[in-house]
């Protein structure tokens, strides 16, 4: 069982880590795989719906030459099939325990359907991938432990398409042991020792953070404000790594920075030390907040308590919001707050290879009617969440599979993924890309504001078009 502040912390941020992994999210923390420095000025905004190629999932792949032998390349690769995992946290279980009120329906379904359309169209390179698939409980974290060894020592796995979350994560380090993980969040922690590569489809948490401030630069967010940043102690390094050296950059000046520090699950010490840096932003007349890290909608509803008015942009991503509003927090105290988002609903539903993805779940069950998540009736299962996560994973997946040619292993799949370059083609986003040093694919950014009025709890709408900071 988990422990009471175990139990508040995940009710407080298991809407957020569900979006950060079923919708991969905009970030992901690796120095390792953070993008050479570019800047917005030379990526002009483009629209969403801006012309693409047809996406991979509807390409069959190539038959292997007649010189091509095909042989027992490398762990969980035969001369016939490719071996992979996946893994997701076991949703009904908190839904059970009153931690979310959450329907994912059957998500092995979700991932089986897509690898299913793969092996029709020719599988890899002429073998076929076989899926196992494995839920865990975000209890504690002990259950991840359990998984990784079933699926990775267990069985020979090639790669998993996903990556544990929360306080599961630590055991992606398990994984990478010999496995490689294609899809999540990479942990800087973990990269450094890491035996197997790991590839995304997501965005660094560098460049999300840097992306956001320069977004909110262009949109003359920062014109005549005193800005304030504020951050929990133990996500600083985000603000020393990232956010201090681009608002630098950008000639951004800072009034003053503030830090909580205090125990985790503390609110009685969070709320104390809250009620001074209010009254220090009150004195300053701040009035833009730049709130970094996961705990931007406790430093809303603080602010808002205390009769402040002040704009406040959340630097690392607007799912934090849709989070807290999905296990309880007041949409209408978050309303108008800014970030950055994911494809809206009405985005993500004119993207091909996305609507290609839903085609191939509602044929493997006829009974099952994808809808955007935010029209999703009463009871019923959203479909589009883990629809959106396994599409992007499996499309890169199989891209870099079948780049990396015959001789399938962990290094001939890093150096094909490299090789597709701007080519790379993500089903959920616009814009994406990989090359030397740039294992996380997404490129697409856009800023949002925060709605009550959106979807089932609010959620975030667009406020300009999105940017391809690739």
């Known amino acids: 069982m988990a422990s009471k502040q175990q139990c508040q912390i995940l009710h407080r941020w298991a809407g957020l880590l569900l979006a950060f992994t079923l919708l991969g999210a905009a970030c992901a923390g690796s120095d390792q795989q953070a993008a050479p420095e570019t800047t917005v000025e030379a990526n002009q905004p483009q629209p969403t719906n801006a012309p693409t190629d047809s996406p991979t999932t509807s390409q069959t792949s190539p038959p292997p030459s007649a010189a091509a032998v095909l042989t027992a390349s490398f762990r969980g690769v035969t001369a016939d099939t490719i071996t992979i995992g996946a893994v997701s946290p076991d949703f009904d279980e908190l839904r059970t325990l009153g931690l979310v ?52 020592k267990d069985v020979e796995l090639f790669a998993v398409v996903s990556a544990f979350i929360s306080f599961a994560s630590s055991s992606n380090a398990c994984i990478l042991e010999n496995t490689m993980i294609v899809g999540g969040i990479p942990e800087v922690e973990i990269i450094e020792t890491a035996e197997a590569p790991w590839v995304t489809s997501a965005m660094s948490s560098d460049r999300v953070l840097r992306g956001v401030l320069r977004l909110a630069d262009l949109e003359g967010m920062f014109d005549g404000k005193r800005v304030a940043v504020t951050i929990s102690a133990a996500e600083i390094a985000l603000l020393e790594d990232s956010v201090r050296p681009e608002l630098e950059a950008l000639g951004i000046e800072v009034v003053v920075e503030t830090v909580l520090d205090v125990a985790s699950g503390d609110v009685v010490a969070a709320n104390a030390q809250y009620a001074v840096f209010n009254e220090i932003y009150r004195a300053e007349e701040i009035d833009l907040l730049l709130s970094v890290g996961t705990s931007v909608a406790f430093v809303i509803q603080q602010l808002r308590a205390d009769g402040l008015d002040t704009t406040v942009l959340s630097v690392d991503s607007g799912l934090a919001l849709i989070g807290a509003t999905a296990t309880g927090a007041d949409a209408e105290v978050l309303a108008g707050t800014v970030g950055s988002m994911l494809l809206s609903d009405e985005q993500l539903w004119t993207q091909p290879g996305f609507l290609r993805c839903v085609e191939v779940l509602e044929a493997a069950d006829p009974s099952i009617k994808v809808v955007p998540s935010g029209e999703v009736p009463e009871g019923d299962p959203d479909w589009q969440t883990p629809v959106r996560g396994a599409c ?50 997404g490129d697409s950014l856009q800023l949002g504001v925060f709605d009550p009025k959106v979807g089932l709890n609010g959620g975030m709408r667009p406020i300009a078009e999105v940017v391809d900071l690739g």
């Open 101 to 152: 009120d959450l329907n994912l329906g059957d998500q092995e379904l979700v991932v089986q359907s897509l690898i299913d359309d793969l092996n029709e169209r020719g599988g890899i390179n002429g073998r076929r991938v076989e899926l196992k698939w494995r839920p865990y409980s975000l209890l504690g974290g002990q259950d991840a432990a359990r998984v990784c060894i079933e699926l990775t």
């Open 392 to 441: 992007g994973q499996v499309a890169l997946f199989e891209q870099g599979a079948i780049a990396a040619g015959s001789e399938l292993t962990h290094d001939s799949f890093v150096a094909g993924a490299i090789s597709l370059g701007d080519g790379v083609e993500m089903p959920t986003i616009p814009f994406a890309s990989l090359g030397v040093d740039k294992l996380d694919a």
